[in-house]
């Protein structure tokens, strides 16, 4: 079904004919105006899934942190450990940061709505 609208869009333009009515749905009517507000939910489900994969990425950091034996890994491996050790709070916060802000601007959305 998005396909079809999508499809009709990228043909016709943003300016809606009856046939397209039929293709999309009913729940597809104003085209136009929710244009501008479907790219900025798209951009907060984009960030807040970016979000998201950043802090289990975090989390799954903090528990290989946590489970590694440091002085059984090869020096290089042990730079990486140290690096990470150092980087992964601000990784977490700065992931959890994208994520509130994805899940905020997708509440605003709906409740304008």
């Known amino acids: 079904m998005f396909i079809n609208c999508y499809r009709a869009f990228l043909f016709t333009g943003p300016r809606r004919s ?8 009913a729940g597809a009517a104003g085209w ?3 244009m501008a507000q479907s790219v900025l939910v ?3 489900q984009t960030a807040a899934w970016f979000g998201a994969l950043g802090v289990g990425t975090a989390v799954l950091n903090l528990v290989a942190l946590r489970v590694v034996c440091y002085d059984e890994v090869p020096g290089w491996v042990q ?8 980087h ?3 990784f977490l916060v700065g992931s959890a940061a994208v994520l509130a802000a ?11 709505r």
Do not use: Y
Request: aromatic share 6%.
């Open 79 to 86: 730079a990486r450990i140290r690096w990470w050790h150092a």
């Open 18 to 25: 009856p046939s397209q009515d039929e293709t999309c749905g």
């Open 88 to 90: 992964n709070p601000a």
């Open 42 to 44: 798209q951009l907060a």
């Open 102 to 112: 994805g899940l905020l601007t997708l509440t605003a959305a709906a409740i304008s």
């Open 32 to 34: 136009d105006a929710g």
